[in-house]
């Protein structure tokens, strides 16, 4: 099972980034997948999560309404639209499939002006 992050990068506060996670080595489409963010001197946290079956989708408090996580079975990809990005969404962003416990790499987002 592996997962990459990809789309990391310089943000301002307000801008948009869009992250991909690319999966491979089980069946996707079956499988919850989830984000996860680790920002200097805290724990990491649950950002959002997709389910394989139906597509339902839950987000961390700090996140809602600014995130959307979605998926593309076709492709094995999971994305994460991020918008209206604050300063202290600057973290490093796991992919993760619960299922197996596998991490990716992570990707670091740097919001700043």
């Known amino acids: 099972v592996q997962v990459v992050e990809s789309g990391g990068g310089l943000a301002q506060p307000g801008g948009s980034l869009r992250l991909s996670c690319a999966a491979s080595?089980?069946?996707?489409?079956?499988?919850?997948v989830s984000w996860y963010r680790e920002a200097p001197g805290k724990e990491r946290e649950l950002v959002a999560a997709?389910?394989?079956?139906?597509?339902?989708?839950n987000y961390g408090d700090s996140v809602k309404g600014r995130f959307t996580i979605s998926r593309d079975n076709r492709k094995n990809v999971v994305y994460l639209e991020m918008n209206y990005l604050k300063p202290e969404d600057t973290a490093v962003y796991y992919c993760?499939?619960?299922?197996?416990?596998?991490w990716g790499p992570g990707t670091q987002i740097t919001v700043s002006s």
């Open positions: 993760n499939v619960p299922r197996f416990g596998s």
């Open positions: 080595g089980f069946t996707f489409s079956s499988r919850t």
């Open positions: 997709i389910l394989g079956t139906g597509g339902s989708t």
